[in-house]
């Protein structure tokens, strides 16, 4: 994603060795011992890593893009009757995303479709319990 956002090799290795040789170590009796190596990436709370959440949901927002494209998801026209017609599929804040869509099976299948390979290739899970589906109308 770093890539194809403009980033060169030079930024990426980077943020791999950032990634990837991150090691531990844990104090008892209030002293250090050892180090060992983490297999999650980054600790929470790291600046790196809201930076590096951002690039991954773009993943997630050129997917609905091209589901948008390809009319596999349908978002809501905003001012239909104007020159300026603006369709929204989907809006993103952080760590939420706001997905709208006509309230049809085969959308709602597409839909799931995406979010389980965002799920397969970013690493990232979606939150079932704080997910919901309002259907309007």
């Not at 983490?38 to 590096?52: A, E, I, N, V």
């Not at 091209?66 to 599929?89: C, H, Q, R, Y």
Request: one cysteine or more; a negative charge.
């Amino acid at each position: 994603m770093l890539e194809q956002r403009g980033f060169g090799q030079k930024w990426v290795n980077w943020m791999k060795f950032c990634i990837f040789t991150v090691r531990f170590s844990i104090l008892i009796n209030g002293s250090p011992e050892g180090f060992f190596p983490t297999y999650k990436g980054l600790r929470q709370g790291d600046p790196l890593s809201l930076f590096l959440f951002i690039i991954a949901m773009e993943g997630l927002n050129n997917m609905i893009k091209a589901a948008k494209v390809n009319l596999w998801v349908k978002g809501f026209e905003v001012d239909m009757n104007g020159p300026n017609s603006l369709e929204i599929t989907h809006l993103q804040y952080a760590d939420d995303t706001l997905v709208f869509c006509d309230a049809e099976e085969e959308q709602l299948r597409f839909l799931r479709i995406i979010l389980v390979l965002f799920e397969g290739i970013s690493g990232l899970h979606i939150n079932c319990r704080k997910s919901h589906i309002d259907p309007i109308n």
